[in-house]
């Protein structure tokens, strides 16, 4: 089942569903959506059972040239690099290498709910001058990804002396082309066979880097995040097992590999920093969790009530705010619902029909401490007799 966005902005998601469901807040209709606020200090996550599955969300933060005065938006000054590194300690964001974070992606390892990947593209030697110092003041990890037209090619360029001490030191070095054209459609290049030449550009410089430093890189970043199913197809034939865009979003370990986006910082936009610390909602699907929110009608049920009981065990939630209990249903809205505070469930009994044959409902609490909940089921709704169909109720009585 495929459905649109949900503008929900609370903290905390718990999706009953066993595939990622993405709801729509126009699916939720006839009721006004109450204050939503940004994630917080007191995000709850509720841990995953099964190792395979996590809850981790990575911010991949990338750069280019560090220098003062910036000369153009993808400069930044050392001044600004720094506070920026300070900004993601103040937050408690956890730094993680390009070794952790591709076997995090193979469920080799968990890394903390909330980490960072830093990036630097292109081979400015002001990488080497002026962000590696920087950087390893802060103990941080980076990747640092080239392009084979501009090592050692003098002036600003970084040189193969300078990256074979890097890579030694720790520094993953990744792939960033060979010419850095665009890839979807070169402007500098007009290749005879454009399938040799893309191909080219992702192997020559992996290539390269092997004979240089040794090293087999797993990881490409396209060049201007440009890239379409082609290339993307390339990436994934010639090896890569990571490859970067430019797209602003938080990667899970469900982001396809050909297709994880970046937050790129430039000078003159701030708002893009600032977006990669402001991690949203974690899904986590109700076969993974050690919470126990028993639902009726059950998780991917088929029912044909006309007017089902809906109900959810909200034990798992601690110290629940009663006040701050709301459940919405697809095509109703926001319903009354009741609270039975000895037995922690919540309950609707229908008395409208229900919109459509796909059905989702959704809860959001709050507890008394202010952490946010939400979770999510869905359940299909098939009303067999047509005539059965049109009758209303006042008084359903309840399925037994």
């Not at 506070?83 to 080799?108: K, N, P, Y």
């Not at 193969?160 to 010419?179: D, F, K, P």
């Not at 939630?317 to 809205?333: C, L, Q, T, W």
């Amino acid at each position: 089942m495929k459905m649109p966005f949900l503008n929900f902005s609370y903290c905390h998601i718990i999706n009953f569903s066993f595939t990622l469901l993405v709801l729509a807040s126009s699916t939720f209709a006839n009721q006004p959506d109450s204050a939503t606020s940004a994630p917080n200090a007191n995000t709850t996550l509720f841990p995953p059972q099964n190792p395979g599955r996590s809850n981790s969300k990575v911010a991949v933060i990338g750069y280019h040239r560090f220098e003062n005065p910036a000369r153009d938006p993808l400069a930044i000054t050392p001044e600004q690099f720094r506070a920026q590194l300070q900004q993601i300690r103040d937050s408690g964001i956890t730094v993680i290498s390009m070794e952790d974070f591709l076997a995090w992606r193979r469920r080799e390892k968990e890394i903390p709910e909330r980490s960072a990947l830093i990036t630097i593209d292109d081979g400015f030697n002001c990488t080497y001058y002026v962000a590696w110092p920087i950087l390893r003041e802060f103990g941080y990890p980076f990747t640092f990804f080239v392009y084979s037209n501009f090592i050692n090619k003098g002036g600003r360029s970084i040189t193969w002396e300078q990256l074979r001490e890097m890579q030694q030191a720790g520094v993953t070095i990744g792939s960033h082309s060979v010419s850095h054209d665009f890839l979807t459609k070169p402007k500098r290049t007009k290749p005879d066979n454009y399938d040799l030449w893309l191909e080219n550009e992702f192997t020559q410089i992996r290539n390269e880097l092997r004979e240089h430093l040794g090293t087999e890189t797993l990881v490409f970043a396209y060049p201007y995040g440009v890239h379409n199913a082609a290339v993307r197809q390339m990436g994934l034939a010639t090896g890569y097992t990571a490859l970067f865009t430019v797209s602003g979003k938080h990667i899970t370990r469900e982001t396809p590999s050909d297709e994880l986006g970046r937050f790129i910082v430039q000078s003159d936009k701030p708002e893009t920093f600032l977006s990669a610390l402001k991690f949203g909602p974690t899904t986590i699907s109700i076969a993974n969790s050690n919470s126990n929110f028993n639902v009726t009608p059950s998780n991917g049920s088929t029912i044909s009530d006309l007017f089902p009981l809906i109900q959810a065990d909200i034990a798992s939630i601690p110290d629940v705010d009663p006040k701050s209990i709301e459940m919405r249903i697809s095509g109703i809205g926001s319903v009354p619902l009741q609270f039975d505070s000895t037995a922690r469930k919540i309950s609707y009994q229908l008395r409208q029909r229900l919109h459509g044959n796909n059905v989702t409902i959704l809860v959001r609490a709050r507890s008394t401490s202010g952490k946010r909940y939400e979770f999510t089921w869905n359940f299909q709704h098939e009303v067999s007799s047509p005539s059965m169909s049109q009758t209303l109720l006042e008084t359903p009585t309840q399925n037994q």
